[in-house]
């Protein structure tokens, strides 16, 4: 009885497929083409403040290398 039942279980399991593909439906278009312009709010929100990091970091930079000329200007 157990073996006639697990028989005709595994005969169901394999009956059971996916319907072949509809060959008159296209396939979708790729989301990926979609112009880059758009919906940039989230990205431009990120890169503002790492623009301005580096900003900062660039007058950080130019006032050490002047204050280092002005000491070497200086004799020290």
């Given amino acids: 009885m157990r073996a006639a039942l697990t028989a ?16 008159e439906v296209p396939p979708p278009e790729p989301q990926a083409a979609a112009p880059a312009e758009k919906n940039t709010e989230l990205r431009d ?13 660039a007058a ?9 000329q002005a000491l070497e200007d200086a004799g020290g």
């Fill in 8 to 23: 005709v279980l595994c005969l169901a399991l394999c009956a059971c497929s996916d319907p072949p593909p509809n060959e």
């Fill in 45 to 57: 929100a990120m890169q503002a403040p790492l623009d301005k990091a580096h900003a900062v970091e």
């Fill in 60 to 68: 950080q930079e130019q006032r050490d290398a002047e204050r280092d």
